[in-house]
């Protein structure tokens, strides 16, 4: 049993960073998806938050056999998981798995499979790893010590965000809260106390565009 988006769905997201990126989702799924075998698409990130700006679009494919071969534009992120191996990557505490069964929004499925991982999953979601993304913020750091040394203004406010993101989830998760769109995280520390975490991120975060 065939289970799809309708239009509407997509016509509520205001948040597309481009019209080339939206125009390529919407012939996807169109057009496209008929020649791959998908079980779900879901679209997730800071492009179905309220938030007033995101740079790309991130979307989720699950598919059966072979791997689709697509090729969407730089401003979309896809992320592909064999349907295989979903379970086990959400039972070890996937983030791009989580994300999309906590906040994304389905827009395509093969007899109700992502409503039924959901339905089983989102009451009792794992957290993602708070070390792991200790040790991306600690990559970050690395690299900024390097940019510093260099004067790349630009690079070092990228590096230094990466970094105070990955810290403020780390601190999130391991306070048992998922961390929601980067936009949000700030809101989110200063809940749980993380003043000033949340004001240095807040403060970069108001200097670009981000998602």
């Not at 998908?38 to 179905?48: M, T």
């Not at 203004?153 to 105070?164: F, G, P, R, S, W």
Request: charged share 30%; aromatic share 8%; with cysteine.
């Amino acid at each position: 049993m065939l289970n799809t988006t309708t239009p509407s769905i997509l016509e509520k997201i205001q948040n597309w960073p481009s019209a080339e990126s939206k125009e390529w989702v919407e012939t996807f799924l169109e057009k496209d998806i008929s020649r791959c075998e998908i079980s779900a698409v879901v679209i997730f990130g800071s492009i179905v938050r309220n938030v007033r700006y995101c740079a790309d679009v991130d979307l989720l494919i699950i598919y059966s056999g072979k791997k689709p071969k697509i090729y969407p534009p730089m401003d979309v992120d896809v992320r592909m998981y064999e349907e295989g191996a979903v379970e086990g990557l959400i039972r070890d505490g996937s983030e791009v798995l989580g994300w999309a069964i906590q906040f994304g929004i389905l827009l395509y499925e093969q007899n109700f499979y992502w409503n039924d991982i959901s339905r089983r999953w989102k009451n009792h979601l794992p957290l993602p790893s708070p070390v792991e993304a200790e040790k991306r913020a600690e990559r970050a750091r690395l690299l900024l010590e390097d940019l510093e040394k260099i004067g790349d203004e630009d690079a070092i406010n990228e590096q230094l965000t990466t970094m105070l993101t990955q810290l403020g989830r780390a601190n999130l998760i391991r306070s048992g809260i998922f961390p929601a769109s980067r936009p949000e995280l700030p809101d989110q520390l200063r809940e749980i106390g993380e003043t000033k975490l949340a004001n240095k991120l807040s403060k970069l975060l108001s200097m670009r565009k981000v998602t």
